[in-house]
């Protein structure tokens, strides 16, 4: 079944800096890449997701990127601020009628945004 | 719109009970996924149902089990509870992954969870 590591586990960085997060998946079937962000307490959110056929997606100050070739995805956080403290979660899953489509989580990264 | 809503939130049960959660998905949505989220583990799937139909299990003893109703809600039940069960439980939805004709990966709303705690 697939895989996904992500790193770093945790991740302090300076109000304003960016912030990157990756993931590796071992599935090469998996097409289907959304990132969760889970705030304190909270439930988990989607904030972005890309799909196997485009290599970068942008949503303000969130971007992730994708390589098929050596199977990693990132998440990019330019411009960090205070809110965007939370745990984040890559994940992974393939197309339907695979027998993998369900989502496969990473272990999260805790970032937090020092002011 | 109300989004997927489960219940109890908070659950405390001795070892060797059973316990029964509850999950509502969003209006429309026909698939319910269960994860559980455990104390510094991430979210590992347990359970897919759609169109009631379970789908595809996780790596999971056969103590956990579930259903889905006409009305797409689902439940999910932990028999013979062990302290290691002591988790958040997280329902999700999404849409019929094969609504059209190509199949395609929906993307899934979670609920707040359910908090249990094996005592």
């Known amino acids: 079944g697939e895989n996904v590591e992500q790193h770093p586990s945790t991740l302090s960085v300076q109000e304003g800096d960016s912030a990157v997060i990756k993931c590796t998946y071992s599935?090469?079937?998996?097409?289907?890449f959304p990132w969760y962000k889970q705030e304190l307490g909270k439930r988990p959110q989607l904030i972005i997701d890309?799909?196997?056929?485009?290599g970068e997606k942008k949503d303000q100050r969130i971007a992730v990127t994708l390589n098929k070739t050596a199977k990693h995805f990132s998440l990019h956080i330019t411009e960090t601020q205070p809110e965007d403290s939370a745990v984040y979660f890559c994940a992974a899953s393939c197309p339907p009628g695979f027998g993998n489509e369900k989502l496969t989580f990473g272990t999260g990264t805790r970032l937090t945004i020092i002011p | 719109e109300a989004g997927v809503t489960q219940s109890p939130t908070h659950l405390i049960k001795t070892r060797g009970q059973q316990a029964t959660l509850r999950c509502s998905p969003i209006s429309g949505h026909t698939s319910v996924y269960w994860y559980q989220q455990a104390l510094g583990l991430g979210l590992q799937f347990l359970l897919w149902?759609?169109?009631?139909?379970?789908?595809n299990r996780g790596n999971f003893p056969p103590r956990f089990s579930g259903r889905q109703f006409p009305n797409y809600s689902s439940e999910l039940n932990v028999n013979a509870l062990e302290l290691e069960d002591s988790a958040l439980y997280l329902c999700?939805?999404?849409?019929?992954?094969?609504?059209?004709?190509?199949?395609?990966?929906?993307?899934?709303?979670f609920g707040s969870g359910t908090q249990l705690s094996v005592l």
């Open positions: 599935d090469s079937a998996s097409n289907y």
């Open positions: 999700a939805s999404s849409l019929d992954v094969y609504r059209d004709l190509i199949a395609t990966n929906e993307k899934l709303f």
């Open positions: 149902y759609d169109e009631g139909e379970e789908r």
């Open positions: 890309i799909r196997s056929n485009v």
